[in-house]
Each structure stands twice: as structure tokens, then as C-alpha cells.
């Protein structure tokens, strides 16, 4: 290493041998990457990166994604090092249940980590979404010597992150809107967890990027002024974002695994280890060892930071006083507010006429974006067909950060992995919008999001066989029933447009995990209102009743619901004791209290009869194993959607048809 001291030397042996001790101690996890990436870890984050460890989610502070998650105790000790609230005894417990030290970072769980990250390219895609809602924020708020968002987005990646298509995705739209906030650094160590890279991936990593219009730069991953140069080649470049290709040795410092496989994910052994720590001029014992130059040295740096954290909130507090409107737009934003009483206007743009939902939903938008500054969105070059795009804002291109609409382009991985990118960065509320048989390709995102805890709303258009002529390639048919097995994800399927009122006002207020809206391409007629409005948002309500307690309880959502009233409207005319539910959200209604719920669907009505364009699977939960579900067991047909709804049952006199001979 050239112009290394030997306290730069001592403090990155400090951040290799926390690494290696604690994945010893787990007996598990990947020590390979932390003892290759820590020269770059330590020049990053003492020399360039802006971070309060008193307060982490500080908005200007620069983002570090370690999108390369198997590395996590990299991770873990610079963020012990640096003074966050992660004690030497939670690195002790890394991996261990409880622990602030899981085996891949999770947000929400350890104070410092940007986002959760793991499956491989993810965290690179989150990246980009934190560098454009970055942008937008400076588009927004910054002025001439009032410049509140001035940081960068920095990440760790691996060649697996590089090699998950999601990143080729994710790089594209960088280069192509030039988000030159971005400082990445790729871990090129040319080894994977079967060998070396050459087994699968030998393109010219440095040619693609520069191909999708970025920055890139080659240098020693162990070199601290070729790691500097680097990094303040990346910051000057405005208009690209940067790609550092490092080259670096897995495993470094080990006699016999470094440069191979073996020290990617296992332990070093209890043997290797000692000799590593000899060979790199390290004492064997204590482990966890943390010198006191080395803890003086990243107090130094906290303490060098803090100035310019003061600045900021200065500069802040004279928006406030100067600028009142605007930094109440500010606060709402950070904040995700939603003003009070605003249902009552997406109840009434939901309209009450016979409409497709997903036009429901392009006027609810409307109203939404009238209100709620932080709402940003737009599809994967299907707006037209989502009806996603606010028509009062401009689009984000390239350089031009103000508007509302995005076009990820044809790119739902990636789609789903930067709105969890800018809801993960703050004062963003995200939508990304395609057809529901498209989810498909964003599920990791969308689970992520859920363990995540994030605020994304997925909004999913054409969502049954209804699709009618485009045929069983773009009709879902398991799509519904696999998002609702994802725990913590709010599916919503609304029968009209108070529903779709109801489900949009359910997304806006949920804090604490994702949303997806599964709308209509074909237009419902509009359902009977509960006495309470609030009931939409309840996850299921009463659109039928009979005298008395009901021996028959019909319950459709989404386009069946009106099925479901209808039947149940002709068997009452037959004399029978029947109820309608419509029932537009699992979710929502298991949230309910046991009240609310036996009231709508009481225990003692077991005959029970659930409606749905979709795979049947998952509603014997609410009709029991005796009941009886009227939905999809094969793909669909290439057919207009009148033609499909009688071909496999879902009309009124068909659904009648089914209910009396299962009761008979």
C-alpha cells in the first residue's frame, strides 16, 4: 500500500480481524470480502464519507450501501469503529438470534445500515433509487446558499451483484437520467463461490457500463491514494455516475485461502485464523481487539464531521424562518404526511359510476398528488395502460430532476428495487405500476420491501383472466394468491371505485410496510355503501344482508364481488338466508379486532362460498375445508373477456349454477 501509515495499516487490520473473529465465533458467514474491502471500507469512511452516528437518519448524510450484504461484518465494524449504536458485544453475537448483527444487513434492525440487503443486486438497484430521490429532493429544496442536499450515494458491490440482471437494469436508467451522485465501488476479487470468475462471467465490465453512459475508473483495491484518487474522480463527475473497479484479493492477509473460494463463505478455521493474524503482524488474543489509536482515529473523524452537520441544521432553521411554506413542505415530506380529511376527496374522485378501477385509480391519483407532496411514481413503460402519470407534473429525464412522473422503462425488476430505494432514503412515498402478471418479475423486491418494513406502493393493473384477447401469457392467474402469501405485504384487490378510493388511502397511511393494488382493465359497476365508509378500509364488509343470522355467506373481491352481491341478491328472492361480502383485502380485515370480524363473517355460518378470477388456493381460510371456492385451476384463453367470463363460470346465472349444486 503506497503512503499507508502505520496507524491507517493498524486500523484496517482492526477492521479485518473484527470481521474474521466474529464469523469464527458465529461459526458462520463470509470473511473473505470484509478482509478484501476493508482498505477501500477505511478510506471511505474516514476520509470522504459524511455520517452522525447520533443521528443516522440525518437527510444529508451520505448513503453507504453494502449491496454485496454477504459481507455484512464489514459493515458491522465500521459502524462499531465509527460510533454508531452497535457495541463489541453485538459484533460478538453476529448471526446469533436477537442480535443487531444478522447474518446480511437489515434496516430497521442495526442503527447505520441503509437498507436490507443480501440477494444480490438488490441493494446496487436500492442505490439508484437513493441517488434519484436524492436529485429530486435538490431539484426541490436547494437555492443558492441554501444547498440542504448535497451527498453522495456510495455502495460496496460484488460480481454477483454485477452478474444478477437487475444491475444491468438498475445501471441503465442511471446512465441514461446521469444520477452522478453515485460513487460505486466493485469488489472485483474474480472469485466466486465455485471458483474463479471465469467459469461464467468474462465480459468487459468497464466497456457496459460506459455503455449505459457511466464513469468508470480501474485501480488497487489495497492502494489508499489510488482508493482516494478514485473516489474524488467519482465526486467531481456531476454528470455520470461512477463505477470504481477494484481490484482486490479475497480473503487478504490469509496464508492459505486468500485468492481462493474457500474464503468466500466459511470460516477461516480456528487454525488459519491465528496464522493470519501472525502473518499481518496481529496478536492471536483478545479477539475483537479494537487498539486505542485506532478508536482515538475514528473519533477524530466523528468530531471532524460534526461542524458540517451543525452548518446543516443551521442552514435548515433559516428556511424555516425565511421560508415557512416551503419548509413545511420539507417536514411533510420526511415526515410521509397525509392531511387530514383527504378521503373524503379520493372517495369522491373514485366516482361512483361503472368504471375499470384502474381508472378509478389514475383519478384518485390526481387527487393524491393535489395533496401529498411526497407521492412520486410512475411505470414500466405501461402508464398509459396503469394510468399512473400525475397529469398536472412533468416527467424526470435526464438532468431534470423537478417533475413527478418516472419512466423506469420496460424494467419491473429494477422498478420494484428503486422505489425501495427512494422509500428507504426518506420524504418519498414511491409507486411503481405494471400489470399484474408482471409482478412476477419484481417478486424479490416486493418481499424485500415487506421485510423491509418499507412504504412502497405497487400498483397492478389488468388482473384476471379479464384481460380477455392479449391471452394466457398476460393473464394472472397465481399472481394474486403468491403476493398474499408474502407476509407484511397489504394486497388489495378493489371491486369499484370507492374501494379503489379506500385501497389508496390504506397505502398512503401505512407506514410500516408495502401496498400492492390489483385494479381492473374491464369497467364493475359500483357496490352498495356501508354506513360507515370506513368499512372499505377494513378489509372486508356486508353489501347484503338478510333478516336474522345468515345460513349463507357469498364473498367475492375485486371484480367478483359484484358476482357474489348478484347471486346472493337472487337466492334471497328465492328465500334462502344469505349474505354478501365483498372483501377487497386479507390483510386488512385480519387486522381487525375479533368483533368486527365475526360481524361480517360470524362463526356460526359455515356454509360459505368465496369468488374469484384466480387461483383458488388460500381461501379455504375464510370458507373452511367444506366450502366451496369458485375460481381459476388452469391458465386462461386468448378470448374477449364476456366471452372468458362465461367460458369458465364467472357469470351470474353460471355462479348460481355452482352455489345450488354444492348445497344440494
Known amino acids: 500500500m503506497s503512503s499507508t501509515s502505520e496507524l491507517d495499516g493498524l486500523a484496517v487490520n482492526t477492521i479485518r480481524m473484527l470481521a474474521a473473529d466474529a464469523v469464527q465465533q458465529a461459526n458462520s458467514g463470509h470473511p473473505g470480502m470484509p478482509m478484501a474491502m476493508a482498505d477501500i471500507a477505511y478510506v471511505l469512511w474516514t476520509k470522504y464519507l459524511?455520517?452522525?452516528?447520533?443521528d443516522p437518519r440525518w437527510p444529508n448524510r451520505d448513503r453507504f450501501v453494502l449491496s454485496a450484504g454477504h459481507g455484512s461484518m464489514l459493515l458491522y465494524a465500521m459502524l462499531h469503529l465509527s460510533g454508531h449504536d452497535l457495541s463489541v458485544d453485538e459484533l460478538k453475537q453476529f448471526r446469533?438470534?436477537?442480535?443487531?448483527?444478522?447474518?446480511?444487513?437489515?434496516?430497521?434492525?442495526?442503527?447505520?445500515?441503509?437498507?436490507?440487503?443480501?440477494?444480490?443486486?438488490?441493494?446496487?438497484?436500492?442505490?439508484v433509487g437513493m441517488a434519484l430521490a436524492s436529485k429530486i429532493m435538490a431539484a426541490k429544496f436547494n437555492a443558492p446558499g441554501r444547498e440542504l442536499i448535497t451527498h453522495y450515494i456510495y455502495a460496496i458491490c460484488s460480481d454477483g451483484d454485477l452478474m444478477e440482471g437487475i444491475s444491468s437494469e438498475a445501471a441503465s436508467l442511471a446512465g441514461h437520467l446521469g444520477l452522478g451522485n453515485i460513487v460505486?465501488?466493485?469488489?472485483?476479487?474474480?472469485?466466486?463461490?465455485?471458483?474463479?470468475?471465469?467459469?461464467?462471467?468474462?465480459?468487459?465490465?468497464?466497456?457496459?457500463?460506459?455503455?449505459?453512459?457511466?464513469?468508470?475508473?480501474?485501480?488497487?483495491?489495497?492502494?489508499?491514494?489510488?482508493?482516494?484518487?478514485?473516489?474524488?474522480?467519482?465526486?467531481?463527475?456531476?454528470?455520470?455516475p461512477t463505477l470504481i473497479i477494484a481490484r482486490s484479493h479475497i480473503g487478504y492477509g490469509s496464508p492459505a485461502k486468500q485468492d481462493t473460494s474457500s474464503a468466500h463463505g466459511e470460516p477461516l478455521g480456528a487454525e488459519e485464523l491465528d496464522a493470519t493474524k501472525r502473518n499481518l503482524g496481529w496478536p492471536t488474543e483478545p479477539r475483537f481487539l479494537v487498539p486505542d489509536d485506532v478508536r482515538g482515529l475514528f473519533a477524530h473523524r466523528v468530531k471532524e464531521l460534526k461542524p458540517g452537520y451543525i452548518a446543516w441544521q443551521e442552514l435548515l432553521d433559516q428556511m424555516r424562518l425565511s421560508e415557512a411554506d416551503l419548509a413545511g413542505e420539507w417536514e411533510a415530506m420526511w415526515n410521509s404526511s397525509v392531511p387530514e380529511g383527504i378521503y373524503d376527496a379520493l372517495l369522491e374522485a373514485g366516482g361512483d359510476e361503472e368504471e375499470a378501477t384502474?381508472?378509478?385509480?389514475?383519478?384518485?391519483?390526481?387527487?393524491?398528488?393535489?395533496?401529498?407532496?411526497?407521492?412520486?411514481?410512475?411505470?414500466?413503460?405501461?402508464?398509459?395502460?396503469?394510468?399512473?402519470?400525475?397529469?398536472?407534473?412533468?416527467?424526470?429525464?435526464?438532468?431534470?430532476?423537478?417533475?413527478?412522473?418516472?419512466?423506469?422503462?420496460?424494467?419491473?425488476?429494477?422498478?420494484?428495487?428503486?422505489?425501495?430505494?427512494?422509500?428507504?432514503?426518506?420524504?418519498?412515498?414511491?409507486?411503481?405500476?405494471?400489470?399484474?402478471?408482471?409482478?412476477?418479475?419484481?417478486?424479490?423486491?416486493?418481499?424485500?420491501?415487506?421485510?423491509?418494513?418499507?412504504q412502497s406502493i405497487f400498483v397492478f393493473t389488468h388482473d384476471s383472466i379479464f384481460?380477455?384477447?392479449?391471452?394466457?401469457?398476460?393473464?394472472?392467474?397465481?399472481?394474486?394468491?403468491?403476493?398474499?402469501?408474502?407476509?407484511?405485504?397489504?394486497?388489495?384487490?378493489?371491486?369499484?371505485?370507492?374501494?379503489?378510493?379506500?385501497?389508496?388511502?390504506?397505502?398512503?397511511?401505512?407506514?410500516?410496510?408495502?401496498?400492492?393494488m390489483c385494479l381492473t382493465r374491464q369497467k364493475l359497476p359500483p357496490l352498495p355503501r356501508p354506513a360507515d365508509?370506513?368499512?372499505?378500509?377494513?378489509?372486508?364488509?356486508?353489501?347484503?344482508?338478510?333478516?336474522?343470522?345468515?345460513?349463507?355467506?357469498?364473498?367475492?373481491?375485486g371484480s367478483e364481488a359484484h358476482l357474489a352481491l348478484e347471486a346472493a341478491?337472487?337466492?334471497?328472492?328465492?328465500?334462502?338466508?344469505?349474505?354478501?361480502?365483498?372483501?377487497?383485502?386479507?390483510?386488512?380485515?385480519?387486522?381487525?379486532?375479533?368483533?368486527?370480524?365475526?360481524?361480517?363473517?360470524?362463526?356460526?355460518?359455515?356454509?360459505?362460498?368465496?369468488?374469484?378470477?384466480?387461483?383458488?388456493?388460500?381461501?379455504e381460510r375464510y370458507v373452511g375445508s367444506d366450502g366451496l371456492v369458485i375460481g381459476m385451476t388452469t391458465f386462461g384463453e386468448s378470448a374477449p373477456y364476456k366471452v372468458l367470463a362465461d367460458h369458465f363460470g364467472f357469470t351470474t346465472p353460471k355462479v348460481l349454477d355452482a352455489i345450488k349444486q354444492w348445497l344440494s
Open 50 to 54: 459524511r455520517f452522525n452516528p447520533k
Open 569 to 619: 341478491r337472487a337466492l334471497l328472492a328465492e328465500g334462502q338466508k344469505v349474505r354478501a361480502v365483498s372483501m377487497p383485502s386479507w390483510e386488512a380485515f385480519e387486522q381487525q379486532d375479533a368483533e368486527y370480524q365475526a360481524a361480517v363473517l360470524p362463526a356460526s355460518c359455515s356454509k360459505r362460498v368465496a369468488i374469484e378470477a384466480a387461483a383458488t388456493f388460500g381461501w
Open 184 to 240: 460505486y465501488l466493485y469488489d472485483d476479487n474474480q472469485i466466486t463461490i465455485e471458483g474463479g470468475t471465469e467459469l461464467a462471467f468474462s465480459e468487459d465490465v468497464s466497456g457496459r457500463f460506459e455503455a449505459c453512459g457511466w464513469h468508470t475508473l480501474s485501480i488497487d483495491a489495497h492502494d489508499h491514494d489510488q482508493i482516494a484518487q478514485a473516489i474524488e474522480a467519482g465526486q467531481a463527475e456531476s454528470d455520470r
Open 358 to 454: 384502474r381508472n378509478c385509480g389514475g383519478a384518485v391519483l390526481q387527487a393524491i398528488a393535489a395533496q401529498v407532496p411526497s407521492v412520486y411514481g410512475g411505470s414500466a413503460d405501461l402508464a398509459p395502460s396503469t394510468k399512473t402519470l400525475v397529469k398536472t407534473a412533468a416527467s424526470i429525464a435526464p438532468g431534470q430532476f423537478a417533475g413527478r412522473n418516472l419512466h423506469f422503462g420496460v424494467r419491473e425488476h429494477a422498478m420494484g428495487a428503486i422505489c425501495n430505494g427512494m422509500a428507504l432514503y426518506g420524504s418519498i412515498i414511491p409507486y411503481g405500476s405494471t400489470f399484474l402478471v408482471f409482478s412476477d418479475y419484481m417478486r424479490a423486491p416486493i418481499r424485500l420491501a415487506a421485510i423491509s418494513n418499507l
Open 96 to 127: 446469533q438470534l436477537g442480535s443487531h448483527t444478522p447474518g446480511h444487513p437489515e434496516f430497521g434492525v442495526t442503527p447505520g445500515v441503509e437498507c436490507t440487503t443480501g440477494p444480490l443486486g438488490q441493494g446496487f438497484a436500492n442505490g
Open 467 to 516: 384481460v380477455g384477447e392479449d391471452g394466457p401469457t398476460h393473464e394472472p392467474i397465481e399472481q394474486v394468491a403468491s403476493l398474499r402469501a408474502i407476509p407484511n405485504l397489504a394486497v388489495v384487490r378493489p371491486a369499484d371505485g370507492a374501494e379503489t378510493a379506500a385501497a389508496w388511502m390504506m397505502a398512503l397511511e401505512r407506514r410500516d410496510g408495502p401496498t400492492a
Open 533 to 557: 365508509m370506513a368499512d372499505l378500509q377494513r378489509g372486508a364488509y356486508v353489501t347484503l344482508d338478510c333478516d336474522g343470522d345468515p345460513e349463507l355467506i357469498l364473498i367475492g373481491t
